[in-house]
């Protein structure tokens, strides 16, 4: 499984998200978009919109932290 997950350094459903998870043994690829306005610009690129966590997976954009819980429930 390959997750991406678009972060900031003060968002706490980027930590939620994060923590969700590592407590599912799931690696992740962190892009961390709060003082790169590059990073931030191919995020607002990919997804259209500004706000984090932007997760993917296997390449399929899944939404925040609440579509990723989501996601979860609907795929175990």
Known sequence: MSVEVYTTKTCPYCFAAKDLLQKKHISYKEYDVSFNPEMRKILMNKTGLRTVPQIYINGE???????LVNHFLTNP
């Open 61 to 67: 954009h899944v939404g925040g932290f609440t579509d």
